[in-house]
């Protein structure tokens, strides 16, 4: 079930240890953090000089990590063939407001991003387990289901993710969802595709997007288990994604100059990127 209230929405995430050593979030981050549900829709997800170079660092760290992981899998030393990863971990909740989400996800996306989707929250809540993080199942399957909605953007200059956000915060109205809590899910859709997004920008951000990261780039691949990684593909296969996904990441870059999936497109080589992630489509 969704998290009570912990605090305003404008108010900045901060980390409490639990007893059990994993990361809790107290409360949502959605001010003006580059990427974050506030900046989002007051710029539109137009990066200005400044923040395209502050974003420079983690996107050349992830390149690292990518290219890192890919070695190691290439040389059989990567973790993912030691850790482990409980197979209930994987499993989507079972509730109304799950099944419900997935009905509508099913509506609003092709069968290539429906299963992207499904995939992204698997891969996230692997993560979470690695990771020992603590997250709200619920928010981030629907958080995962409605996050690729907006692709590619329907209005000039306006990121996707705004009207992926649009369609997730009409789901989670109709279901009562509360305000903080939903918040939280139009905050991770916005972040998720945001270079260096980490655990302070909430669990669920970053899950969601690690989730993607693994998916689309292969990021992280390597920490998977093996096991896992195989049984994410089986239960939800990628029917093209890459060739669909890289089409319509090239169409955003197009239609928001400057954006997000322009910055990646530009500087990130995502084609190349996307193609040579460690799944066969």
Same mark, same amino acid.
């Given at each position: 079930?969704?998290?009570?209230?912990?605090?305003?929405?404008?108010?900045?995430?901060?980390?409490?240890?639990?007893?059990?050593?994993?990361?809790?979030?107290?409360?949502?981050?959605?001010?003006?953090?580059?990427?974050?549900?506030?900046?989002?829709?007051?710029?539109?997800?137009?990066?200005?000089?400044?923040?395209?170079?502050?974003?420079?660092?983690?996107?050349?760290?992830?390149?690292?990590?990518?290219?890192?992981?890919?070695? @190691?899998? #290439?040389?059989?030393?990567?973790? /993912?063939? !030691?850790?482990?990863?409980? %197979? *209930? +971990?994987?499993?989507?909740?079972?509730?109304?407001?799950?099944?419900?989400?997935?009905?509508?996800?099913?509506?609003?996306?092709?069968?290539?991003?429906?299963?992207?989707?499904?995939?992204?929250?698997?891969?996230?809540?692997?993560?979470?387990?690695?990771?020992?993080?603590?997250?709200?199942?619920?928010?981030?399957?629907?958080?995962?289901?409605?996050?690729?909605?907006?692709?590619?953007?329907?209005?000039?200059?306006?990121?996707?993710?705004?009207?992926?956000?649009?369609?997730?915060?009409?789901?989670?109205?109709?279901?009562?969802?509360?305000?903080?809590?939903?918040?939280?899910?139009?905050?991770?859709?916005?972040?998720?595709?945001?270079?260096?997004?980490?655990?302070?920008?909430?669990?669920?951000?970053?899950?969601?997007? @690690?989730? #993607?990261?693994?998916?689309?780039? /292969?990021? !992280?691949?390597?920490?998977? %288990? *093996? +096991?896992?990684?195989?049984?994410?593909?089986?239960?939800?296969?990628?029917?093209?994604?890459?060739?669909?996904?890289?089409?319509?990441?090239?169409?955003?870059?197009?239609?928001?100059?400057?954006?997000?999936?322009?910055?990646?497109?530009?500087?990130?080589?995502?084609?190349?990127?996307?193609?040579?992630?460690?799944?066969?489509?």
């Amino acid at each position: 079930m969704p998290r009570a209230a912990c605090a305003s929405d404008s108010e900045r995430s901060t980390l409490t240890p639990s007893t059990n050593g994993e990361i809790r979030m107290n409360h949502p981050a959605t001010d003006a953090r580059i990427g974050s549900i506030g900046w989002t829709e007051r710029t539109g997800g137009v990066l200005t000089v400044r923040e395209r170079i502050s974003l420079a660092r983690p996107l050349l760290r992830s390149h690292g990590r990518i290219i890192v992981g890919r070695l @190691a899998m #290439a040389t059989r030393t990567h973790s /993912g063939r !030691r850790n482990s990863v409980e %197979p *209930d +971990a994987l499993v989507p909740p079972d509730s109304l407001l799950a099944r419900d989400a997935e009905a509508a996800a099913q509506d609003l996306l092709t069968p290539a991003l429906l299963n992207h989707s499904r995939r992204a929250y698997a891969w996230g809540a692997a993560i979470a387990a690695l990771d020992r993080v603590e997250f709200d199942h619920e928010l981030l399957y629907v958080a995962a289901l409605f996050h690729d909605t907006g692709l590619p953007s329907p209005v000039p200059d306006v990121d996707f993710t705004v009207r992926s956000a649009a369609l997730a915060r009409e789901f989670t109205d109709r279901h009562d969802v509360p305000e903080v809590q939903r918040e939280l899910v139009t905050n991770a859709i916005a972040m998720h595709h945001t270079p260096g997004v980490g655990v302070e920008s909430g669990a669920e951000a970053f899950l969601l997007s @690690a989730g #993607a990261a693994v998916d689309v780039f /292969g990021l !992280r691949s390597n920490e998977v %288990p *093996d +096991a896992v990684r195989k049984t994410v593909v089986q239960d939800y296969p990628r029917v093209g994604f890459k060739r669909e996904f890289a089409g319509l990441f090239r169409a955003e870059a197009k239609q928001v100059p400057h954006g997000r999936a322009w910055y990646l497109h530009r500087f990130a080589l995502s084609d190349v990127t996307i193609r040579l992630a460690p799944f066969h489509e």
